[in-house]
């Protein structure tokens, strides 16, 4: 038998039952198409929060005072009262040998009231001038603050975009004050919005001098964080290393008062979060790909069962067992080749209505199409082979006396 | 030609074991028009099943064209049912939703012929068996019972086959439809020299063959030459 006659009785099998065949293909449908939005709703979903990870720095690693341990968190006497990072330990950070920039920060909450009357309470951002360029922060309007002005106390404040229209709304606040703990500050410049990260991102933020900070609002002379951008990203491992070394022999103590987190760990966490999250929902759509082989295995027995005497007449005018099994194993294939080709396009439209509606920038990838193309085929061999055999064994003296 | 010696066939039904064909034997040559005639259980079925190569004996051996069928499997079995044997049923068994022509040449479809090639045959049988060029595309659901045995006949002559059976073809038909079908199978036997071997139970039916081969009981009681029509009104 050649392939033509072969899809010529396929495409005339299942035209002959449409809605047999249509529902039968919906199983398969639905299975694909789940799989396939699924995939891109996570790969969509990596791709933003990596997006905005590295938009805060990739090449970055923040030392905080006290310790972090795995699966125990931060451990609360190391950090809330431990003021273990301070003026002299900066020296030695910059000192380290691919260390570019070393920003110490001392952040608190507090309320802040514009004088537009409105108040919202929010991360008050202690910097110096390298704050902006470690953090790859941008200005939407106005300046970051001078060395100056850092160095003199100054009551300078860079709102963060969300602060900035929580506090001011449509009036551009360049020029207006803000109060924060009793100190009045000048808004002298808006950053840009980097979306994402909701909590304690740069968004939800006023930047104030570092000094100011200390001895004017909070009355801290520590650090809660130092900021070091490397110079090689290849080698954040060894200059993270180098630093704890230093630091550790700087402060005289066996044991690190104090943990660096690269960048590149919250990276790879939430990477692996977001794959084992997608895994998780596409084997759930999986599963609904086996009910729809299942259905496919269903229909391919009762088309067995009722062609019995056609199968029987070609076997008595010469079809060979391989020449019926081929008929009906090519005929569960096209079943779900359709339907997986049907449930691909399905797939891309949904996830392209999702990044259409702003919902999440999804994207469908060619690994996921192969791997929906791969399984639907081999749903149709697994699925098909059985009541294919079952056809292909039939003997034909029996099945043409069947009624 | 065909050359039966001995064939016993023998079906196991739990521990019993049933005779259906005891020691049967006969001859046919190329061009004979022979009817196998039988009452029911007479095991004539069991005999055309494996005249028709659907089947082997149990023992005893089945020549057909000098090839010994009696040992083959299943796959070479439908490798000598396709180029060796057409056959025509009593219900039929054309393939619904499907054009006259479509039907008539299914055999070609596994003798692996070119689509050409099989169009042009199956319009060749087709006009044999007597069919008009009218119906070539209608389905078998639009053709009278005549018709659709006429396009099995077509069928089954499509891949020039050393034998056609014709398994009680006119059991469905009513006398006058079965008389054109009759005719139409002298005519290829007169005309066109096929070897047809007719198997049926009723003795009107039987008489249109040149020679009549009785079976009762698992066993060839008869065999009655060129006079069967005399031999059987004589009765």
Known sequence: ?403 | MIEIKNITKTYRTGDVDFQALKNVGFTIKDGEFVAIMGPSGSGKSTLMHILGALDTATSGTYFLDGRDLSKLSDDELAEIRCDKIGFVFQSFNLLPRTTVLRNAMLPLVYAQVSHEERDKRAREALFSAGLDEGHFYHKSNQLSGGQIQRVAIARALVNNPSLILADEPTGNLDTKTGEIVLGTFQRLNEEQGKTIILITHEREVAEHADRIIFIRDGEVVEDHGQHAKRIINRK
Not at chain 1, 82 to 104: H, Y
Not at chain 1, 173 to 187: A, T
Not at chain 1, 345 to 359: A, C, D, I, R
């Open chain 1, 1 to 403: 038998m050649k392939y033509r006659d072969i899809l010529e009785e396929t495409s005339s099998a299942l035209l002959a039952n449409k809605v047999r065949s249509g529902l039968t293909m919906l199983g398969i449908i639905i299975g694909i198409g789940s799989v396939i939005a699924m995939l891109a709703i996570g790969q969509g979903a990596k791709q933003n929060i990596q997006g905005s990870i590295e938009g805060l720095g990739s090449n970055l690693l923040t030392i905080m005072p006290g310790v972090i341990q795995a699966g125990r968190g931060i451990v609360s006497s190391g950090r809330g009262s431990a003021e273990t990072l301070k003026n002299e330990d900066l020296p030695v950070i910059e000192k380290v040998e691919g260390v570019a920039i070393v920003s110490p920060e001392l952040s608190r909450r507090f309320q802040v009231v514009a004088d537009t009357g409105n108040n919202t309470n929010t991360t008050i951002m202690g910097a110096e001038v390298k704050y902006a360029e470690v953090h790859n922060l941008i200005l939407a309007n106005g300046n970051f603050f001078s060395a100056e002005q850092v160095r003199g106390l100054g009551r300078q404040a860079i709102l963060g975009a969300t602060v900035a229209s929580d506090l001011f709304g449509e009036i551009d606040p360049i020029g207006r004050k803000v109060r924060i703990n009793g100190s009045v500050f000048r808004v002298i410049g808006v950053l840009q919005a980097k979306g994402g990260f909701g909590f304690s991102g740069p968004d939800d933020m006023v930047i104030i001098p570092l000094p100011t900070m200390q001895k004017v609002v909070s009355g801290l002379d520590n650090f809660s964080s130092v900021s070091v951008s490397v110079v090689d990203k290849e080698a954040m491992a060894q200059v993270q290393t180098q630093i704890t070394d230093d630091l550790m022999i700087k402060h005289r103590v066996k044991e690190a008062d104090f943990s660096i987190i690269s960048q590149q760990d919250i990276l790879d966490t939430m990477s692996t979060v977001i794959n084992t999250f997608t895994m998780f929902l596409a084997s759930i759509a999986g599963i609904s790909l086996v009910v729809g082989g299942i259905g496919i295995m269903n229909m391919m027995l009762t088309t067995v069962t009722e062609r019995t005497r056609e199968i029987g007449l070609r076997k008595a005018i010469g079809a060979k067992r391989r020449d019926i099994s081929l008929q009906f194993l090519i005929e569960a294939i096209a079943l779900t080749f359709i339907g997986g080709a049907i449930g691909i396009f399905l797939g891309w439209l949904v996830s392209f209505l999702v990044t259409y509606f702003g919902v999440l920038q999804t994207s469908v990838s060619w690994y996921s199409i192969l791997l929906a193309f791969g399984v639907s085929a081999l749903i149709g061999i697994i699925f098909g082979y059985y009541p294919a055999r079952r056809a292909s064994a039939m003997n034909p003296i029996d099945a043409l006396r069947y009624e």
